[in-house]
């Protein structure tokens, strides 16, 4: 912990402009390693450059409770909304207990860096300090049943929310990823259970990179092709935190919108944002690789695909090819 907290103030030490050795060293204080502080840096994502003794990092913006609370103000007539940003943190997830979410109360983390950041099943969801956005919104539906095809109405609520905001030309991939020039922008994770009242608490994982380190593109960790919001509109970008308050107030107004009827209703642009639509696909489902014609989605959300005369639903898996 200690050593977490010494590495985020340094972070922001160099992130206010470039430091000769002396300045970083006088920083940290006696005794300290410069060159031990400086590595381990790069296993949050940054990468120190150096040129003639002068240390310098890209550029990053952190985030800003009070501009990200902004933002989410006009919603306060309707939620309890509480508010959390973490410098590090194992992964946003976790951050809150289902048996806190009651009524009209929304609990939201975000945080700077995930060191067991999540994605569906047990894949990593990686993504270097301040480079995206990593969010986990707790709230209460108020279902009578599991929201089915949550994950995929969603998924097209935050595309319409990101091109209202300027970014044009995403895609979705069944049933959580947001994709951009056949690069993986983004993605979901949705987790349900109950409160003490047995009430039906989702807990909506999403993350999206902002800005990645251009080192951090050519580490192998990366072969799955991540682009960024700044390589998809780079003129008149807006703020990370400005579009965090954005994606924030989306996701809390669209889990309270949804209704059993919901993925019916947005089916057809489902189909016209779908990755893969009409595609011959390999999907991974119960240990079992499904080959066929993706169809689109069921009005439940699942994924129809076509092996011959057959239309066959799957409920749950994730596509290989």
Not at 188 to 202: G, M
Not at 223 to 252: F, H, M, Q, W
Request: net charge negative; proline share 3%.
């Amino acid at each position: 912990m200690i050593q977490e907290k010494i590495l985020v103030s340094l972070i922001r030490f160099l992130n206010e402009g470039s430091k000769d050795r002396r300045a970083i060293e006088y920083f940290l204080g006696r005794g300290k390693n410069i060159d031990h502080y400086l590595d381990e840096l790069n296993l949050l994502g940054i990468y120190p450059q150096i040129e003639n003794d002068i240390y310098s990092i890209e550029k990053i913006e952190l985030l800003d409770k009070s501009l990200i609370s902004e933002i989410l103000s006009p919603l306060e007539n309707s939620f309890q909304i509480q508010l959390m940003i973490e410098d590090i943190i194992e992964t946003t997830s976790k951050a809150f207990s289902p048996s806190e979410i009651f009524n009209n109360r929304v609990k939201i983390c975000l945080a700077e860096f995930q060191t067991q950041g999540r994605g569906r099943g047990k894949r990593e969801w990686l993504s270097p300090f301040s480079s995206g956005i990593c969010c986990s919104v707790y709230t209460q539906l108020h279902l009578k049943s599991a929201p089915l095809g949550l994950s995929v109405f969603m998924g097209v609520q935050l595309v319409n929310l990101l091109e209202s905001i300027g970014f044009i030309g995403l895609q979705l991939k069944w049933p959580n990823d947001i994709f951009f020039n056949e690069q993986k922008l983004g993605g979901i994770l949705i987790e349900l259970s109950q409160n003490k009242n047995n009430d039906l608490i989702v807990n909506f994982g999403f993350g999206i990179n902002y800005a990645l380190p251009n080192e951090f593109r050519s580490l192998n960790a990366t072969n799955n092709k991540p682009i960024d919001l700044k390589s998809v509109k780079n003129e008149n970008l807006l703020s990370r935190n400005e579009i965090t308050g954005y994606i924030l107030k989306a996701i809390i107004v669209s889990i309270h919108e949804f209704t059993p009827d919901s993925v019916k209703e947005i089916r057809d642009h489902w189909n016209e944002l779908d990755y893969f639509h009409d595609q011959n696909i390999s999907v991974e489902s119960d240990n079992e690789i499904i080959h066929g014609y993706n169809r689109g989605i069921d009005i439940d959300g699942s994924l129809l695909i076509e092996q011959g005369s057959n239309l066959r639903k799957i409920i749950s898996g994730h596509i290989v090819h």
